[in-house]
């Protein structure tokens, strides 16, 4: 089942110089307008910052400078439930509120590589079932909280000329673009495959392993001779070696306890040095005579407070007493074991030259040593072996679970053929001409468009309506709100802007909210009223920046309309 | 809540403990009396009239009887010489009593003592033949009225610088000499008084150290509170702490019990309780013990935050018969509402020495 975001509101805040934006989003279509510059685009990149990308910093750089905070007010849907959660971003700063009312706080994530970026990461991950991973040259990992958003935001400029660019810094991925469509598409991602060439791997090897085993079998002279020498030497050898293998019995058992100990010793340590700290404190928090140490007035000298804490105090000083007893206690066992340990030490290395030095008729014990081993290795050539075929059909067994590449193909060239046919229709219904070579429409083809102009605009709204909708066919996959920034291009005939937004209100996605933004000046031949009256009819939530006539004026001054929502805010933000 | 006192006046606890001769005395004579005192109305007075005084109440709070008490601490014996100034200013002590408009029971009498930790000698050489009276360890009190009359004409006869009033004399027969069995530095004092207490109360105070310390602090606050008027008289219960105020005291002693041993020992029960593996045993166990001693120190304010947060939601008992679902529903609701630093492991472990505590001091 889906996963389904909706953006309820945003709020923008500057607390410095007291100035606010604040509006909400409806379902279906909400259309943010107002004069080129007005700060639209702005508004959408807040949107995607205040969920803790940092990949469109730059171009926030002049508002982020007057020390705003953003504020999303979101709900989540599941298959049973539905979910309320708020995003604060300030700074480097990221809080969600969640449904329980609990705040959590991700600290210091304006670089993407500090721990708490990859925290949140896992968080997001969590929260949208989003589980794409990705290959780099470091190995497998979580594919970045971006490729979240990637699918379903058109960025300014670079969004409608190229594919899958609206986010840099996504090109060093092995194979995104077919990570990334499998995926999003439902086809099997990087998990199996990293599965999968693991077991073929442990094929590999098993098979090697027999063919070593095999050969040594035939080719070693050693094993012959083995069972000669082993007659000659072993009433001596056997009770040699009884007689050390007890002193490292007893050896292993000294070493054991000390080990132990020392722990022990360890843990005491530890605990001391918190009761010291807590005692030098604690003396200086006197009821009475003491400053509070958070709030600086006087600690409370009431009769209850005093008892307390001198209670606690000799609780401390006691503690403190027997900590120290006890290290010095374990100290001098310690201590004592070592010695014993030096000493059996010493003891075992004598027996063992002992032994090395003994021989009988020429053959030494360690020459003994050596052929048992050979004996041993005979035996366990005939096993290994028989236990390596089992492995091997076991792990050839698991090899048949996963899919093969022409499966993948097919699966690959099903979701292409329905893509094609969505495409296509879109094309047509926006007067674009028919495509003949397969690398304009094969969807895991497709990397440029044969089009310029208006034409090549087109073909990117059209290529990103059918994905969309293509989207819309794979279970478990997440939905984020269709976000098109700038729809119109500087030089398009109105037209062709017509044209463009009947096509998207006829066919935005019905499961999610669509958010656009489109140039339009009240001072110059404005059409917002058409639009909005004559194509969009009931569907729009009109969004104005700035009136309509100014230009960087997302924020306005602070009218108080939103007080309460501001103090809210500041609660999150100062959760401890 | 916050008691906005000048520090320089009220200069903590630990500073004066013990110091003072008379408070000392005070403890020691309240303890040897406890049992005594218990079932009667009466106050004390400090460094009024008379260093200590003791008043007993009948039930119509009238005055049934005085004990004052002079207390003086030396560290050589005391003789007739040294005394008659001593005497002097205890019979206008008893006069004052007398004065005063308190009023009285018909039966009202009074005892009027000189207390001190060293041997009092009395003696006198009337023809050739010594009388003498020795009140120390071996004989802690002596009244004046069982004086022989050889002695007694010598003190009333006073000296050059000391001279009895009849009126003096006439208040000589309620006057008594007491020995108090105290050592002669503060520590010593001290450890002789945690051991009274010890007697007087065994089990009933878990650490009777801090409940002597305590009571020597309340007893420097009431001090305090009586010092700012000027002559105090018997009748201004202001000036003096009544036996009910003594008994709120008592009760806190005995009712605030830091079980920290006890606590401690609670954690291979937990351990078990939380199925806690054995490979984070030892971890669980250092974090549980050091949470005791962390919850002492205000700076330690994560384990004071988690602390709080188990005062402040109370109601979870109520809502479980064992501990472990206890301590499991606080953990819970923990992670619902708050955010800590501290791994889980940790955070259990906190949470169940804060739950043991509040558990066993509510």
Redesign the interface.
Known sequence: MKTTLDINSILVYSEENNKFFQTEFKSKLNVIYGKNTAGKSTLIQLILFAFGINDNKIKLAEILAEQIFVRLDCTIRYEQEEKNYVFIRQDETLLIKDD??????FNGISSDNSAEHVKLKKYLNNLFNFSLLLESNSGISEAPIETIFLPYYVSQEVGWVYLRKSFSNLNFYKNFKEDFLDYYLGIENVIDRGEKRKIEKEINRLQQQIRFYADVEKENQDLKLANVIDQTLEGKANELISNISERKNNLLDLENTYVSDS?KLT?LN??LS??S??KR??KN??????N????T?????K??D???????????IN?QRELKDKIKKLQSRLNSLNKKIESHRADIKSCYLTFNKYSENGLTLERYLDSKANIQLFENLTKQIGQLTIDLEIEKEKLKEYKTDEEILIERSKKSKIFKDKYFTYNASLGLPSLDEERFYQLYEISSFPFQGVQLHLAVLSYHFAFNNLLTETSDIHRLPFILDSVFKEDIEQGNKNKILKFINENFPKDTQTILSIADDKNVDSKIEDYKNEIFKDNAHMICIGNGTEEKALLKDNDDSQKELIENSFEILET? | MTNNYNSEVNAGVHTNIGMDFQKNCTIYLFLEKYNQLQNQKYFIILEHLEDVIFGYLDNQTELSKIETYQAKKSSSKWTNSGLLEIIKKIAETSQSVLDDPHPKAVDFSQDNYFATNNTIELNCKVDKQQYSCLVNEANEHYKYSALDQNIKNKIQKGSKDVYFTSENISNFDTLNFRFIDLARTPKAQLEQLEGKFRTVFGENIADHKAALYSFYFALMEIEKELNQGNIAKLSDNKKRIDSNQIDSIINILTNKKKAFDFWREKKDELCEELNINLFDVTMFELHYENSFDKFKDINESEHNKIFDFVINNKATFKAHVTDRACIASYHSKFNKEKSSTLSELQLKAVIAAAYIEVKNTL
């Open positions: 329980n009312e609990k705040v959590l706080r722990n843990f530890q605990r918190v009761v700290k807590v404190n604690h928090q006197e009821p009475g005579k003491d509070c140490p958070t709030c007035q006087i600690l409370p000298s009769i209850e005093v008892y307390s804490f001198f209670q606690e105090e000799n609780d401390t503690l401890i």
